[in-house]
């Protein structure tokens, strides 16, 4: 008898586990559901922001970096980047490279695979002409790649800031 108890105490553990499980998956996916919502509708209202924790240049190695940041506001590209790489031509002191706050020359957004859109950005500066090319995740994830005419490209790696972070 108190091996019989043992055993439906036991079953009946498994069975509430079982059913929190599942009920976490569900939890998981409407949490999913929910970011998937927020991103595309930031990405269709041209307002949002990324914020960048890797940087992967062309030349050296690749690094985690923090408090720094592409913001996109209608039609303005408010860049704050680190930047390693070979510059050609550059200004006295090696002006801000990838500081700035321009307005975009020419942007487009593509859905290019399921749960994927590239969004490509042309800004002028006087020190460059910046192609920010940016594949965006339903998740919030984003990669970054910037080619420049007098630098060396470089690529990013980052999160797009939701209402829910």
């Known amino acids: ?3 019989f108890s043992i055993i439906v105490l036991v079953a009946v553990l498994l069975a509430n586990s ?36 890797y940087m992967i240049p062309l030349r050296g190695r690749a690094q985690s970096v923090n408090s720094y940041s592409i913001r996109i506001d209608g039609e303005t590209l408010h860049s704050h980047l680190p930047y ?9 002191g090696g002006g801000n490279a990838f500081s700035f706050d321009e307005k975009i020359q020419s942007y487009t957004d593509t859905v290019t695979a399921p749960g994927r859109r590239t969004i490509t950005a042309t800004v002028r500066t006087d020190e460059d002409t910046f192609v920010y090319t940016l594949n965006i995740y339903e998740n919030g994830q984003a990669d970054i790649t910037v080619h420049c005419r007098n630098r060396d490209n470089i690529s990013y790696r980052g999160r797009l800031v939701t209402e829910n972070d």
């Not at 996916?29 to 998937?36: F, G, I, P």
């Not at 390693?84 to 006295?92: A, C, D, E, H, N």
């Open 84 to 92: 390693f790489g070979v510059s050609r031509q550059s200004t006295y």
């Open 1 to 3: 008898m108190k091996h």
């Open 18 to 53: 079982c059913g929190t499980a599942l009920q976490t998956a569900e939890q998981r996916q409407a949490e999913a559901d929910k970011t998937a919502r927020l991103v595309q509708g930031a990405l269709e209202r041209r307002s949002y922001k990324i914020d960048i924790n």
